[in-house]
């Protein structure tokens, strides 16, 4: 069954059919591909996107719809794991990626927050943790202890994060698109890229995160192909969530739309080894333990109108993959959200354009490549 993002009817390809020679070749027609496009396509650079499918149809039009700050590490984790002035930088650059794709919308973001639950005492004790630290650097996050129905009881506190958002990422990818478009890039659907011998470009960028599979063994070695399921309701004649929710580390994840549906994701830990894949289905053990959580939240089993299954790429440290591939000359990647890809997508394919064009940041050094390629 195709996701509830993908209803909208699929525009026409946008901006010029480039034929021969270009200056870049990007591989994917996601969120990260269409960013770079755009970037790229807007200093003048000739720029063709490829896409084995059309555009936001792979993980850009699969996932919960979530546009969260940050990274998949939470933030405590990550400044134990990356260096204080590290995550403070990476968290800093994600909310100024938000403010970009807000500016961009198109009619796909709502600036409504997030909410990180505690299902247990335990992860309470966490995400305490993680708020203090946020706090402690001067990031902007509100601790709640007091939860409205039907969270009260259920939950034991929680993370109020107000600079986050729900978004239609496929709408929001087809606008990205649309600009790049307007900016010169081409685009090139419906034929899978196999060698990258194939693009006829002076450089190419894979954008691919989990669907880049046997493109370069080495990124084969570095990026895991994760699947992720998610569900969503017919419209609900109540407003039960007003904002993304995520528990448990984030293997529970819901949402409720203007319209009143529920889209409800993860439980990839119900079985988890089974979920490090590149097949895109559904699993009935995921999608069991799916309705039965939606069960639980909603008080009755509401008529569901979607499944959907999508990959994501995760990365052994939890952080993506932004720049030159060593050892391949006039080869970029930009990939590895570990799940995180609405935002870390939109900000990398910029990040990693304006490093063609001979930008640098502290992002790239944070993503660079190298530190899981050099020895593979």
């Known amino acids: 069954m195709d996701p509830y993002w993908l209803d909208d009817a699929p525009p026409a390809p946008p901006g010029p059919q480039h034929g021969g020679r270009v200056d870049v070749a990007i591989v ?42 940050g990274g998949a590490a ?27 794709m807000a500016e961009l919308d198109g009619g796909a973001l709502r600036r409504v ?29 509100e601790w709640r202890d007091e939860l409205p129905p039907p969270l009260a009881g259920r939950f034991h506190g929680a993370i109020f994060h107000p600079g986050d958002a729900s978004i239609q990422p496929a709408r929001f990818v087809r606008h990205l698109a649309g600009l790049a478009g307007e900016a010169g890039a081409g685009f090139s659907e419906g034929h ?32 895991w192909p994760t699947r992720g399921q998610v569900v969503a309701t017919e419209p609900l004649p109540e407003l039960l969530y007003d904002r993304p929710h995520y528990s448990r580390g984030g293997f529970d ?12 994701g993860g439980f990839r830990d119900t079985s988890i080894m089974s979920e490090l894949t590149d097949e895109e289905v559904t699993t009935p053990v995921i999608q069991e333990a799916l309705t039965g959580f939606l069960r639980e939240l909603v008080g009755y089993d509401p008529p569901v109108s979607h499944r959907w299954a999508g990959l994501f790429g995760l990365t052994q440290d939890l952080l993506p993959l932004v720049g030159p591939v060593p050892g391949r000359d006039g080869v970029w990647v930009a990939a590895g959200y570990s799940g995180h890809g609405n935002v870390l997508g939109f900000g990398c394919g910029d990040l990693v354009a304006r490093a063609i064009l001979g930008g640098r940041s502290p992002e790239l050094e944070l993503f660079d490549p190298a530190r899981l390629l050099d020895g593979v």
């Not at 909410?115 to 996050?141: C, K, M, P, S, T």
């Open 28 to 69: 994917g027609a996601g969120i990260t591909g269409c960013s770079c496009a755009l970037t790229l396509a807007s200093a003048g650079l000739r720029v063709r996107v490829h896409d084995q499918r059309r555009i936001a149809e792979g993980a850009s039009g699969r996932n919960g719809g979530f546009a969260l700050r």
């Open 74 to 100: 939470r933030y405590d984790v990550a400044r134990d794991s990356y260096g204080d002035g590290a995550a403070a930088g990476l968290w800093r650059w994600t909310e100024d990626c938000l403010d970009r």
């Open 113 to 141: 927050g997030s909410l990180r639950l505690a299902a247990d005492a335990a992860e309470r004790e966490e995400i305490r943790g993680e708020y203090e630290a946020l706090r402690d650097d001067g990031l902007e996050a």
């Open 192 to 223: 899978r890229v196999e060698d990258l011998g194939e693009l006829d470009a002076e450089q190419v960028v894979l954008a691919t995160d989990g669907y880049g599979s046997g493109l370069l063994p080495e990124l084969d070695d570095a990026i």
């Open 253 to 264: 994840y819901w949402q409720q739309l203007p319209d009143g549906r529920l889209v409800l």
